[in-house]
């Protein structure tokens, strides 16, 4: 079985399975008492966190260890607000955060807060200025993730923080997916990361609050980790953390321009391999390890079992394969299509022959989940000026198929309305109009549902 899916969770670094045994026999006892035991505990907490000041760029004392990277979210973010209280109540975020910064945003604004989601390109990136443009007198905080979790496209943190910075503004950067391969430039004032991003064992997140950042720890109070972690620390969890994160940042550039050559093979050759599909993303500012494409007709948790039959762990932004039949909500904020959607986060130490054996699976793949769906192969010409097409309880991707089967059934400069009540067809219609160069005229209300009107153009 071939893992492509790193974004999600990385297999445990041999550097981190070393340090997790050597410390489970050293690092068992309450780092908070005096005796031996207690000593050798804190010995070892104490060099972890050194060891992550410096991979995140602060200082020891500005850095604690959490449960998890959402905890650090959830943390942090409350944190700041309730810092900068006096203020105001207004959180600033962009549109393709991580749920957990999402998650955050919406208690705030159920307890009174005001949130504001900064919009992104189709690329997936925030514009300095409009970002700026979103900052008031009353921001107490700005959230901005350093690269994004599903389609890999960096954001540009550094000029942000420094609008934010001359704006009087803390800037919160959620870095769990970028810190492995460097640190996040930038004036930022919180930074959370998640060890097993990067090889570290699940269970450690970090949260780092550089000194001057107004901060007030909500909850019970607690004594260990500056009050801003309660419980006992997971000594072993982090120590392999710590040390995972500094062997991968030691084969950072190496192994970062290595993945990259094998991620350009595959945003280059996908689209010749397999016919209507979509790179998304930014293809220059973006991770090393990840690409992003989605194909039109397919459902996605259908190709992701038969790329799994075929021996390759995927991950997919599609709403099919989600509980809600909803688009990713990163999906959505691009405005790329969301069906039949494919992440391929490459692990360390992947080979060329294993991408190639990717490759060369897939284009069957496609082929064969749209053959299933009945998929267009051709389309006839015929007269009539207008179709109607009823996909009223029916899911992705077949109010796109359905479209895609009648569009030559009307003339150039006729109609095709699609009556669609799943949420991703707001989606992926304008999407596929804009693949298959259709004019898309836009959505009007129905009895149930949505009409989505397509006129044909050639």
Not at 95 to 121: D, F, K
Not at 264 to 280: H, K, N
């Amino acid at each position: 079985m071939v893992y492509f899916d790193v974004a999600s969770s990385a297999p445990l670094h041999p550097v981190a399975r070393q340090a997790l045994q050597a410390s489970l026999d050293e690092g068992w006892a309450d780092p908070a008492r005096l005796y031996r035991e207690g000593r050798r505990a804190r010995m070892l907490l104490d060099a972890a966190r050194e060891a992550a000041a410096e991979a995140v760029g602060c200082r020891p004392d500005e850095l604690v260890f959490t449960s998890s990277g959402t905890r650090a979210l959830h943390s942090g973010i409350a944190g700041a607000l309730a810092g900068r209280r006096r203020t105001g109540r207004h959180l600033v975020v962009s549109a393709v955060e991580h749920s957990a910064v999402l998650h955050s945003a919406e208690v705030h604004a159920a307890a009174g807060g005001e949130v504001t989601e900064v919009p992104v390109s189709r690329s997936g990136a925030v514009a300095v200025d409009t970002y700026g443009g979103a900052l008031r007198a009353d921001t107490a905080l700005a959230c901005l993730q350093s690269a994004n979790h599903e389609v890999g496209t960096e954001q540009p943190v550094a000029e942000v923080a420094e609008v934010c910075g001359a704006a009087g503004v803390p800037l919160l950067v959620d870095a769990a997916q970028s810190l492995g391969w460097g640190p996040v430039a930038g004036g930022w004032s919180l930074l959370t990361a998640s060890a097993h991003k990067w090889g570290g064992p699940a269970g450690v997140g970090l949260l780092a609050v550089r000194k001057g950042a107004r901060f007030a720890p909500q909850g019970p109070a607690d004594e260990r980790e500056s009050g801003r972690a309660a419980g006992f620390e997971n000594i072993p969890a982090i120590v392999a953390a710590a040390a995972a994160l500094r062997a991968v940042r030691a084969d950072a550039a190496a192994e970062g321009a290595r993945l990259r050559e094998l991620t350009e093979r595959i945003r280059a050759r996908v689209p010749s391999l397999v016919p209507d599909v979509e790179v998304v993303g930014d293809p220059v500012r973006r991770l090393p390890h990840v690409v992003t494409f989605s194909c039109l007709y397919v459902d996605g948790e259908t190709l992701l079992h038969e790329l799994d039959r075929e021996g390759f762990s995927v991950s997919s932004g599609s709403s099919c394969t989600s509980s809600t039949l909803t688009p990713s909500h990163v999906l959505k904020a691009m405005g790329v299509l969301s069906e039949g959607n494919v992440r391929v986060s490459l692990p360390l130490g992947v080979t060329g022959a294993e991408v190639d054996r990717f490759l060369g699976v897939l284009p069957g793949v496609v082929a064969s989940v749209r053959e299933r769906l009945g998929a267009p192969v051709s389309r006839a010409e015929v007269s009539g000026t207008s179709v109607v097409v009823d996909s009223l309880g029916k899911r992705c991707p077949i109010p796109v198929i359905e479209l895609a089967k009648v569009i030559g059934d009307v003339p150039v400069g006729g109609t095709v309305t699609v009556l669609a009540d799943d949420e991703a067809a707001r989606l992926d219609i304008p999407a596929w109009c804009e693949m298959r160069d259709q004019e898309y005229v836009g959505e009007r209300p129905a009895p149930v549902g949505a009409a989505y009107v397509v006129r044909r153009t050639h």
